[in-house]
């Protein structure tokens, strides 16, 4: 079974960046559409981007759009999500996700994602 460990969290100020990494365990991830979301305290999740298995397409939440950025490695085994000019609101448990979806789209809608990794904390302050 597909195992994402996610890492990259931590402590940083605001406009500062940080990239979380996630990783699959065993697996190719170039047979899954992969997402990354948020959920801050007592906040519903939030999806914030997505890619299709191609690496092809991708989406991002208006929310981080222009600030963040998703990418893929060469070999398939780890996503990535850059993170610019982060801002105290960005403070959350962040979270990749990926969905069995072959081909040239993804999904942003957090149902459609069957395989979760255990989050990491990103926390914005001065």
């Known amino acids: 079974q597909l195992q994402l460990v996610e890492s990259g969290g931590g402590l940083v100020q605001p406009g500062g960046s940080l990239r979380l990494s996630c990783a699959a365990s065993g697996y190719t991830l170039r047979y899954y559409a992969m997402g990354w979301f948020r959920q801050a305290p007592g906040q519903a999740r939030e999806a914030l981007s997505c890619?299709?298995?191609?690496?092809?397409?991708?989406i991002y939440a208006d929310s981080v759009k222009g600030r963040f950025t998703i990418s893929r490695d060469s070999a398939g085994h780890t996503v990535y999500l850059q993170m610019n000019n982060l801002m105290p609101n960005d403070t959350a448990v962040y979270y990749c996700?990926?969905?069995?979806?072959?081909?040239?789209?993804?999904?942003?809608?957090?149902?459609?994602?069957?395989?979760w990794g255990q989050g990491t904390q990103v926390t914005v302050v001065s």
């Open positions: 890619m299709s298995s191609s690496a092809q397409s991708t």
């Open positions: 996700a990926a969905q069995m979806l072959h081909g040239n789209t993804c999904d942003m809608g957090d149902r459609e994602y069957v395989y």
